[in-house]
């Protein structure tokens, strides 16, 4: 993992946001942080993000919630959440609604690190897949409409 990756890291229990925090920064991770989904909402607005990590229950809105904001982005965006109200019935429905994995409180660092890595290349793979697709197109066609995407790679 390098500096040029952002991870979003959203939990309301300051202890437990500053504690991922230096473990992804310790990883060479670019971390931004958010006590809450409103302050979520603004940095995802704001700031290119690669990941999101996630608490499922907080006061003001939780994982859900900010798994429906990134569902209507489009984006492909993974998140993973955690939480320490973990049930099967929890998961499966944060599962439907996309999350990337869900990981029971107290998390395991190196099962954390782990699953941010496997979700920023699967961004990256999901990154590679649009651009091929995009250079088929302008390609196939022996014609090239303006601007082609093979000239410049996200």
């Known amino acids: 993992?390098?500096?040029?990756?952002?991870?979003?890291?959203?939990?309301?229990?300051?202890?437990?946001?500053?504690?991922?925090?230096?473990?992804?920064?310790?990883?060479?991770?670019?971390?931004?942080?958010?006590?809450?989904?409103?302050?979520?909402?603004?940095?995802?607005?704001?700031?290119?993000?690669?990941?999101?990590?996630?608490?499922?229950?907080?006061?003001?809105?939780?994982?859900?919630?900010?798994?429906?904001?990134?569902?209507?982005?489009?984006?492909?965006?993974?998140?993973?959440?955690?939480?320490?109200?973990?049930?099967i019935a929890n998961a499966v429905a944060a599962m439907k609604k996309g999350a990337f994995d869900f990981l029971q409180k107290p998390v395991d660092p190196a099962q954390l690190l782990l699953q941010v890595q496997r979700a920023l290349e699967h961004r990256r793979l999901l990154a590679d897949l649009s651009f091929l697709r995009r250079a088929a197109r302008c390609g196939g066609s022996g014609r090239r409409p303006a601007p082609c995407p093979c000239r410049s790679r996200p």
Do not use: W
Request: charged share 20%; no cysteine; glycine share 10%.
């Open 1 to 87: 993992m390098t500096a040029r990756h952002t991870v979003l890291v959203v939990d309301d229990e300051p202890f437990v946001r500053q504690s991922l925090q230096d473990m992804l920064e310790g990883e060479g991770l670019r971390v931004v942080a958010a006590a809450d989904l409103k302050a979520a909402h603004k940095l995802l607005q704001s700031e290119p993000v690669d990941a999101v990590v996630t608490d499922l229950q907080m006061p003001q809105g939780g994982g859900m919630a900010l798994l429906d904001e990134v569902a209507a982005q489009g984006s492909g965006l993974p998140v993973i959440v955690i939480t320490g109200v973990g049930t």
